[in-house]
């Protein structure tokens, strides 16, 4: 497919070689000619010198025949206006926006353009390990009911079982992260400190969560529901502590 870049800082010009790595064709624009500068050796594609939310300047990278469009430069406001211009004028089917004010982002992903906002990202991923107890989604829906998020599994958790996270319709654990390595997990998945665990949760998911994760940050372990005792043992058995949503056995 034919993408067109606006942008050839770090991350334009890294896109722009993955891209053509893959065998599809670039074409890259940017208003500062030295920016080309950036673009790794032996790259094939096309170099618009011009600014990205130009009609003239998009249609001399490809626009009208792009498959997709990213705007990836260090301003907001040419990034948005230029994304609207490719898929609103051009109509081009696959159009993406870097955005640094995670207000503006939140209100564009509202209006169907998809954002990254790299300053929330950043910050969300950093404050996980400053301040493990806070729970920040990696990604949320345009509508905000549905988000994928990382926690830092407090170290009072270690040995649970994945099931023990999830709550019916609400929470659900996809993968966990240890020690460097990405996994999916299954049923009967034991937890072990330091994992990173990823979770899909709804608003109701999340707002369960947070409290859970900040009374075990706090050493106050929630009080335990006691199953039945096997007949003879003498002994109650643990049961799942009160909060945590149902466990599927």
């Known amino acids: 497919m034919h993408v067109v870049i606006m942008g050839c800082g770090r991350v334009g010009s890294e896109l722009a070689a993955r891209l053509q790595a893959a065998e ?13 500068r950036s673009l790794r ?6 170099k ?10 998009q249609r001399q990278a490809g626009i009208e025949r792009a498959d ?7 301003g907001d406001n040419s990034n948005i206006v230029a994304a609207r211009l490719a ?20 209100i564009y992903q509202r209006l ?3 954002t ?22 990696d990604w949320r829906d345009p509508t905000a009911e549905l988000a994928l998020l990382t926690m830092v599994l407090p170290p009072e958790w270690a040995g649970w079982r994945v099931e023990e996270l999830e709550a019916d319709g609400h929470r659900r654990v996809v993968g966990v992260t240890r020690i460097g390595h990405a996994r999916i997990v299954t049923p009967g998945f034991l937890l072990q400190e330091g994992d990173q665990v990823h979770l899909a949760v709804d608003e109701k998911g999340l ?35 009160v909060g945590r949503g149902e466990v599927h056995r």
Not at 41 to 46: A, N, Q, R, S
Not at 68 to 74: D, M
Not at 128 to 136: I, N, Y
Request: glycine share 8%.
């Open 87 to 106: 898929r609103e004028k051009f109509e081009v089917p696959r159009v993406v926006a870097r955005i640094y004010d995670p207000r503006r982002a939140e």
């Open 68 to 74: 997709a469009f990213a705007a990836v430069s260090s």
């Open 41 to 46: 050796y032996g790259f094939k594609g096309e």
């Open 207 to 241: 707002e369960e969560l947070r409290p859970m994760v900040l009374a075990a940050r706090r050493g106050a372990r929630e009080p335990a529901v006691p199953d039945a005792a096997p007949e003879g043992s003498g002994e109650p058995r643990r049961g799942a502590p």
């Open 48 to 57: 618009v010198q011009g600014y990205g939310f130009d009609e003239d300047a």
């Open 24 to 36: 599809h064709s670039v074409a890259v624009i940017d208003k500062n000619p030295n920016a080309f």
């Open 112 to 114: 169907g353009i998809p």
């Open 116 to 137: 990254v906002a790299t300053v929330k990202w950043t910050t969300d991923q950093v404050m996980r390990f400053l301040l493990p107890e806070q729970v920040a989604s």
